[in-house]
């Protein structure tokens, strides 16, 4: 591939110094080893314009409770799927991708070296050896107008004996280790990926896991134990740095992530859960108006009340997690202790503390609305019914009442977005 007008001489920032102080998320949903794309007969027929605009829409979410959003070039060269390959070129070359760029808000995280140059031509080579399909000069040129020094990050390629062992451990935690026949199918579609690339890698491992003669539903274990342990390789080689497995993901339930040494439900942390919230104060036309916006009418509201905002949601979710980790759903229900309190006025006992510290408010309100959206989740099975009963009915009968009472004391940021950008109608 001609890698005229790369910069071999701009150093990149490394990803560790850009995330410091900050609040930054991987965005991994649009990689094909992700959950949405993981197995490529499962996708559903769609439209690649609604594809596209599934992935913009998320990454403008992100940006609206995280500081900086990176995307990975394996998540972007990596890729089998022709489909997909579609969806990432729209979705790159899309004027709200461009403007996340311009401003700073996304980054591309590159490995291989530290110019642009180095990190294309790695990634390139690394694809087209991996690939079961070359990737076309046309493709390879919309990707190289992302690798301009201001638009990039490194991290360091390490630990690739790290993934693997991550990957065989969480896989020890499926029932499939149980079977002598389909464990020495994955160590063979194990051994063929580090022939053809020199370690674990998706677009090669999956192949050939394809390829074997192994039950679909013991395969769909393998996938998403290699994406969770993919989330778990990233967490650790960048710590600091959010990564969240799909909010309707049937795994993603007990996948949790170390920030700052605490252990956090990852899914929680998912756009989708923050469009939920949203659908709280906006309608569904609002919110929509408000995701087509140009993107620089969004960031212009990066201001105080937004870190303000920014803290009280995070503040939320952690403690929601926290709350989650600490019950145990299916002895609860055998007990028959669905209806119980201790888990609501926790929370609600939570909240009051941190009256002196942010916006109360608004922190209330990520509650009640995080909350209801779990009986929206239908992938949780029997967590279900208890998560809905003791959720729903105690946490959001303390916290809508003081909605209620006190419902003009709504996040100075959320005011600003109804006024800003739900209410004006853009020229555009």
């Known amino acids: 591939m001609r890698t005229e007008g790369l910069s071999h001489s701009i150093e990149t920032d490394h990803l560790s110094r850009l995330a410091e102080g900050r609040r ?4 991994d949903e649009l990689a094909q080893y992700g959950p949405r ?3 490529s007969e499962s996708v559903r027929p769609m439209s690649v314009d609604a594809e596209c605009r599934y992935h913009v829409n998320n990454l403008i979410l992100l940006s609206m409770y995280f500081d900086v959003v990176f995307i990975q070039t394996a998540a972007i060269f990596n890729v089998n799927d022709l489909f997909l390959r579609r969806v990432i070129q729209r979705t790159i070359s899309h004027p709200t991708f461009k403007g996340m760029l311009r401003t700073g808000s996304l980054r591309i995280c590159g490995w291989g070296g530290k110019s642009p140059i180095e990190m294309f031509s790695n990634a390139w080579d690394f694809a087209n050896v991996g690939a079961t399909s070359r990737l076309s000069d046309g493709y390879g040129a919309a990707l190289k107008t992302l690798f301009c020094p201001e638009h990039l990050t490194y991290r360091i390629q390490d630990g690739s004996e790290d993934e693997l062992a991550g990957f065989l451990a969480r896989l020890r935690e499926t029932p499939i280790i149980n079977n002598p026949r389909d464990v020495a199918r994955i160590e063979r579609a194990i051994d063929l990926s580090n022939r053809q690339l ?26 998403a134990s290699y994406a969770n342990s993919w989330c778990d390789y990233l967490n650790n080689a960048v710590p600091g740095v959010y990564v969240y497995m799909s909010a309707f993901d049937a795994n993603a339930m007990q996948h949790n992530i170390l920030i700052d040494g605490k252990a956090l439900r990852s899914f929680l942390f998912s756009p989708r859960i923050f469009a939920a919230f949203l659908q709280k104060y906006f309608s569904v036309a609002e919110l929509n108006r408000i995701l087509s916006r140009p993107y620089e009418d969004i960031h212009n509201l990066r201001n105080g009340d937004w870190k303000r905002f920014c803290e009280a949601y995070h503040a939320a979710v952690e403690m929601i997690s926290d709350s989650i980790s ?14 119980q309190i201790v888990w609501g006025s926790r929370i609600w006992e939570g909240a009051n503390k941190k009256g002196g510290d942010f ?3 608004a922190f209330l309100q990520s509650l009640a609305s995080i909350s209801g959206i779990f009986l929206a989740i239908p992938i949780l099975g029997p967590v279900i019914h208890v998560a809905g009963v003791v959720i729903g009915r105690r946490i959001n009968k303390y916290c809508q009442r003081l909605i209620h009472e006190h419902g003009s004391k709504t996040s100075p940021y959320i005011r600003k977005v109804r006024m800003n950008l739900a209410l004006q109608v853009t020229t555009a």
Do not use: T
């Open 24 to 27: 930054a998320v991987f965005y």
């Open 37 to 39: 794309y993981i197995e």
């Open 198 to 223: 020199g370690e674990l890698a998706a677009m090669s491992f999956f192949p050939h896991l394809q390829a074997s003669p192994m039950d679909p539903g013991a395969r769909a274990l393998v996938y």
């Open 326 to 339: 600490s019950m145990d759903f299916g002895m609860l229900q055998m007990m028959g202790m669905e209806d």
């Open 359 to 361: 916006d109360l408010s």
